[in-house]
């Protein structure tokens, strides 16, 4: 699959699929739609509720670039799991620049997340384990009740529908413990409507640049 790196508004990079002409991020600012969607309305809720330790599924690793905001933004122990089907290369890791963004003291925690290896939890330091697994989200064995928070960023439906079908959903609805949420950027009437469905209180709440409205779904308890 051919990927490009390009830059946007915010002048952070993010990965361009011309196949598929998707975006890993918004073009309105990678760094911009990361902070406000997953760690304000994500971290920062579950941080509210003062729990010993945060555990987070991100669907779609992507960049890593919600794990590294995750990791230097987080003010309690989180363990991490992000789930990714194409893993990004270490060549098109080296050229993007959310260190020089968000600050070159934070390069370790960085190349930390990139170097761990996949498939098994790593500890990167004293408040963050991260756990990289390469598999389709279809076949993944989701662990039921385990995670306080998820962080739902597959691509849109345009390009990747199947992501956001039913049972892919109900999945996420299963592996949140009672009081959890999922935040994503979407803030579709069919989302809504099945995530409803499934049972989860659902907020539509102001949107990142260039969206006018997002998503955050709890599990009601």
Request: charged share 25%.
């Amino acid at each position: 699959m051919k990927r490009e790196i390009i830059q946007t508004s915010d002048g952070s990079t993010t990965i361009y699929l011309p196949d598929m002409d998707e975006n890993y991020h918004s073009t309105h600012g990678a760094i911009q739609e990361a902070e406000h969607v997953f760690i304000e309305y994500g971290l920062r809720s579950m941080e509210a509720k003062n729990v010993d330790t945060i555990s987070i599924f991100e669907m779609g690793f992507g960049t890593g670039l919600n794990a590294f905001l995750t990791k230097v933004r987080s003010k309690s122990n989180v363990e991490y799991t992000g789930i990714e089907a194409f893993p990004v290369n270490q060549p098109e890791i080296s050229v993007l620049n959310y260190v020089e963004l968000i600050g070159e003291e934070y390069a370790k925690d960085f190349e930390s997340i990139h170097q761990a290896d996949w498939n098994k939890m790593v500890q990167i330091d004293e408040l963050f384990s991260l756990k990289k697994v390469e598999a389709k989200i279809e076949s993944f064995a989701m662990l039921s009740n385990h995670f306080d928070l998820i962080y739902f960023d597959a691509f849109g439906p345009r390009a990747q529908a199947e992501m956001w079908h039913l049972e892919i959903l109900k999945k996420m609805f299963d592996g949140l413990k009672v009081g959890g949420a999922l935040v994503t950027y979407s803030a579709r009437g069919q989302l809504k409507r099945d995530l409803k469905s499934l049972g989860f209180i659902v907020e539509s709440l102001p949107g990142p640049p260039g969206k006018r409205e997002m998503t955050r779904a709890w599990k009601e308890e």
